[in-house]
């Protein structure tokens, strides 16, 4: 036996097999056939495209992974040379100006203030 939600007596009642997987308020709304293309480009399929796709570019992740694998020593934030090195000491820069000026705030918020 099959059972559905009664919205007037609020409780399950028997019920045919139609009528209980398709309760009221449930009914499919969209429509079966499929909406109007909004793009005009189609799309490619991963099988009818050639095996290396010349938009991607070159892969660089192998060339990246030798350099940063490579044991020289180096911690990885600076294995890329001069720009990793500038922004790596322009940070540190920040970073220590920061914690002076905030000290000296602090020393000055600490004073009292002279009367006159």
Known sequence: ?????????????GAVASAAYAPQGLKPLASTESPALIFG????????SPA?????????VPDLQKLFQKADGLPVHLK?????QLLYRTTMALTI?????????????????SKK
């Open 52 to 60: 290396a796709v010349s938009y991607f570019g070159k892969n660089k």
């Open 1 to 13: 036996m099959y059972y559905k939600f009664s919205g007037f007596s609020q409780k399950l009642v």
């Open 41 to 48: 480009t189609p799309t490619k399929l991963a099988s009818d």
């Open 80 to 84: 890329r040379g001069v720009p990793d």
């Open 97 to 113: 100006g920061g914690t002076i000026y905030c000290l000296v705030a602090l020393y000055m918020a600490s004073q009292p203030k």
